[in-house]
């Protein structure tokens, strides 16, 4: 088993920053892709940002330009530093990895997610 625990979350105004963390602790061989989602209230779980093993990235278009996303293999974390933030950013954000055993076999764990708050 692979537990994800996010930090960092809080109340920010608009146009400012927050820095969310995720580390993985568990039975961990390979960490593959991470990730950060978001649900905000009545809306569907949406892909903020992803980033591979190797470090390649991908964005959602709402937050390309002012979410950063990271990672530290050798720390087993993932890190999302958001800038410029705006009243729509409001959500709880989850972290996700996907884990890799020996024998090749994947699976997508979850975290149980940090809440941010962006005030106008």
């Known amino acids: 088993q692979v537990q994800l625990v996010e930090s960092g979350g809080g109340l920010v105004q608009a146009g400012g920053s927050l820095r969310l963390s995720c580390v993985a602790s568990?039975?961990?061989?390979?960490?593959?892709?991470m990730g950060w989602y978001r649900q905000a209230p009545g809306k569907q779980r949406e892909l903020v940002a992803a980033?591979?093993?190797?470090?390649?990235?991908s964005y959602s278009d709402s937050v390309k330009g002012r979410f950063t996303i990271s990672r530290d293999n050798a720390k087993k974390t993932a890190d999302l530093q958001m800038n410029s933030v705006k009243p729509e950013d409001t959500a709880v954000y989850y972290c996700?990895?996907?884990?890799?055993?020996?024998?090749?076999?994947?699976?997508?764990?979850w975290g149980k997610g940090t809440l941010v708050t962006v005030s106008s």
């Open positions: 568990g039975s961990i061989f390979r960490l593959d892709d």
């Open positions: 980033i591979t093993r190797a470090g390649s990235t």
């Open positions: 996700t990895a996907n884990s890799v055993e020996p024998s090749g076999y994947g699976k997508d764990y």
